[in-house]
Each structure stands twice: as structure tokens, then as C-alpha cells.
């Protein structure tokens, strides 16, 4: 059974907090996603890897870093924590190549940032 | 500029009968289109796709049709259960496949 796991379901934290977020999946999947989804703004890509150390842009990636240092975990760095990055964040994988893109999810974080 | 669109950020239907949610794309390459389910609290899941060869694709009470001239597909349900609640969102690959563009979702409520 395919799985990519979240580090944490909930998280609270303290604006100016230094804010890690982890990923890991086990299917060997060349791309990572790192998305967050905030109410009537659908998800929107903050980061994606599809290689190790490799990283691109999203569509928001400002006030986010990420890292990709092993094929499996993909990690999402909130440098300094603010309130606007309170949201649902979560992480997703797919294979590279071949015609397919279906991405697979982990459950998710609910980061609430105080 | 929104690349899919999925119009009504919410439907409401009565169990047992038929859902019918909408997408509209743009972007005349797109060639693939998935449809995912998301419950709050959880991470999307693929529910159903449809390759542009195709103009229908079924998986039990799950049909997904598309119409290419229109550059418009909608997603059936029949019939609709209380457990379809959720959110569904419509997503085509972009460029290499390694991305997906995303429509907003439309949240649906499926009344006993």
C-alpha cells in the first residue's frame, strides 16, 4: 500500500518561529510537492523537488524554503513563522516520466501560527 | 490567469440523486485531466481520470466526461451517497507531467 506520511497532523507555533515540516514517502518517487490550501484559494504549490537536492519554485514560494536530501523525505522550512502562513499544508509525490502524473497525498498538517 | 476553472465553489443534492460537477480548462494542450476527492482534515485523493483520446471514462457510480471543442469536462455521480461529501477538485498536467494546474475545488453536499 502506497504512503506518504506527515510529520505532524497539527501543529502550533509562534510567530518568528524557525518551522520545519517533514515528508516521506515510500514508493520511490522521483517528484515531491509541497502545497498549501487555504478556503476558496483551492491548492496552491509552494515547492516541488524531482531529485535529490533538486528543487523549483511554485506558484508562492516566498517566506519558504525547502529541502530534499534523500530521494524519500522532502522538508518544508518556514524560516520566520508569520500569522498569513496559518493554513492546511500538505505534501504530495509522483513518478517521473511515462505518461503518468497522478500525485499522491499525505493527510496533511494544520499549521495554526500564533 | 486561472488555467481550470471550476466554477461553483459549491453544490448541494439530494442522496440518491445524480451530482454534476463542472470544469472548464483553457489551455488547448492540455491532454489529461484527473479528478480528486478531499475530506477536511485529509489529503486529496485521485478519484477518477480521462485521457483526451476519450471522450467518456466510468469507475462505478463515477463517470467523468469530456467534451475537447468546448474545452469542458464534468464529473457524474450516480447515485450520489452522503459519504460523497467532500471537496473535488479537477487537475490537467502541465508541460512534462511532473506538475498539475488545480481548479479551485467545488464543495459538495450530499443531503440524506
Known amino acids: 500500500d502506497v504512503k506518504v506520511t506527515q510529520s505532524s497532523r497539527y501543529l502550533v507555533k509562534r510567530t518568528g518561529e524557525k518551522v520545519f515540516l517533514e515528508c516521506v514517502q515510500d514508493?520511490?518517487?522521483?517528484?515531491m510537492f509541497w502545497y498549501r490550501q487555504d478556503p476558496g484559494l483551492g491548492l496552491r504549490l509552494i515547492y516541488f523537488s524531482y531529485d535529490v537536492k533538486m528543487k523549483e519554485k511554485g506558484d508562492i514560494p516566498e517566506g519558504y524554503s525547502v529541502s530534499r536530501e534523500k530521494k524519500e523525505r522532502f522538508s518544508l522550512i518556514l524560516e520566520s513563522a508569520s500569522t498569513n502562513q496559518t493554513s492546511m499544508y500538505l505534501c504530495?509525490?509522483?513518478?517521473?516520466?511515462?505518461?503518468?502524473?497522478?500525485?499522491?497525498f499525505g493527510p496533511g498538517t494544520r499549521l495554526t501560527v500564533l | 490567469d486561472q488555467q481550470v476553472k471550476q466554477n461553483s465553489p459549491s453544490l448541494s443534492v439530494q442522496e440518491g440523486r445524480i451530482s454534476i460537477l463542472n470544469c472548464d480548462y483553457t489551455?488547448?494542450?492540455?491532454?489529461?485531466f484527473l479528478w480528486y476527492k478531499k475530506y477536511p482534515a485529509e489529503g486529496p485523493t485521485f478519484l477518477i481520470s480521462i485521457s483526451s483520446i476519450k471522450d467518456k471514462n466510468e469507475d462505478g457510480r463515477f463517470t467523468v466526461f469530456l467534451n475537447k471543442s468546448a474545452k469542458h469536462l464534468s464529473l457524474h455521480i450516480v447515485p450520489s451517497q452522503p459519504g460523497d461529501s467532500a471537496v473535488y477538485f479537477c487537475?490537467?498536467?502541465?508541460?512534462?507531467?511532473?506538475?498539475?494546474?488545480w481548479g479551485l475545488g467545488t464543495s459538495l453536499a450530499v443531503n440524506p
Open positions: 489551455n488547448s494542450m492540455f491532454d489529461y
Open positions: 487537475a490537467a498536467p502541465q508541460g512534462n507531467n511532473r506538475k498539475l494546474i
Open positions: 514508493m520511490d518517487h522521483e517528484n
Open positions: 504530495a509525490s509522483s513518478l517521473e516520466g511515462g505518461g503518468v502524473c497522478e500525485q499522491f
